[in-house]
């Protein structure tokens, strides 16, 4: 059997085209389908339906009884009254009076036997804080009120101690940089002397120059509470600053 086939016919050519028109038409079948409502069937195409009618139960009021206690009943009256006289013998205290006239003299019988001898304690030795001593201990050279000679006592002892003081010493034992505080605790006794030097630091070293720098404190004028001589506790803050 021999195939027709027309020469000319070139198919070829048209197959871009046939491809474009297949899948714009798969596009609009798509689009169509999606784009399709669809409509709830109203109650008529249900059928014939069934309406059940709920029975409604009448429910009774009901009152809440509270039942209501008699009150007790009195007590029962005693059946024997005494009968209490109220006639009394009542004994009244005379007070006499303490009042005096100023005319009358008044004697007192004393004797010298009969009047006991006082001794003062003495007053044991004291320490009392620099900020609320009566009479401050009086560096040597100030002069003033008690204000002044305080003051002036608080600028001679930062002035000895800035000049005195090896402050390349925290330097040298390889502190980290920063303020370095040492305080520094004594007493002026009720001579005048600074005695009990005591120091806090951040090394041994610090500790012991500023007990040797507060020892070199000349001698001062002691210091007094109630007008006596009495020790007075100082505390000294020293600020070194490591580079």
């Known amino acids: ?29 798509i689009y169509i389908a999606l784009e399709w409502k669809s409509f709830d069937r109203g109650i008529n195409e249900l059928g014939q339906t069934i309406f059940q009618i709920e029975e409604v139960e009448e429910i009774p009021i009901t009152e809440r009884i509270i039942e209501v206690k008699p009150p007790p009943p009195p007590p029962p009256a005693p059946q024997i009254i005494e009968i209490v006289s109220d006639e009394l013998e009542i004994i009244e205290t005379i007070l006499e009076s303490t009042e005096t ?4 003299a008044i004697k007192i019988d004393y004797s010298i036997d009969d009047i006991d001898e006082i001794i003062e304690d003495e007053i044991v030795d004291m320490e009392v804080p620099f900020a609320i001593i009566e009479e401050p201990p009086v560096y040597p050279g100030c002069t003033g009120t008690k204000a002044q000679k305080k003051k002036c006592m608080v600028a001679k002892i930062t002035k000895l101690v800035s000049r005195k003081y090896n402050t390349g010493l925290a330097g040298d034992l390889g502190l980290s940089p920063g303020k370095k505080r040492v305080y520094v605790q004594f007493k002026i006794d009720k001579t005048g002397k600074v005695v009990n030097v005591r120091a806090r630091g951040p090394h041994k070293r610090l500790e012991k120059e500023a007990i040797r720098v507060v020892n070199m404190i000349p001698k001062m004028t002691p210091g007094k509470q109630r007008g006596r001589p009495v020790g007075v506790k100082y505390t000294l803050p020293i600020t070194l600053i490591v580079e």
């Open 101 to 104: 006239d100023e005319g009358e």
């Open 1 to 29: 059997m021999l195939v027709k086939k027309y020469k000319k016919a070139r198919l070829t050519p048209y197959s871009k085209l046939f491809f474009q028109l297949g899948l714009i038409l798969t596009l609009i079948i």
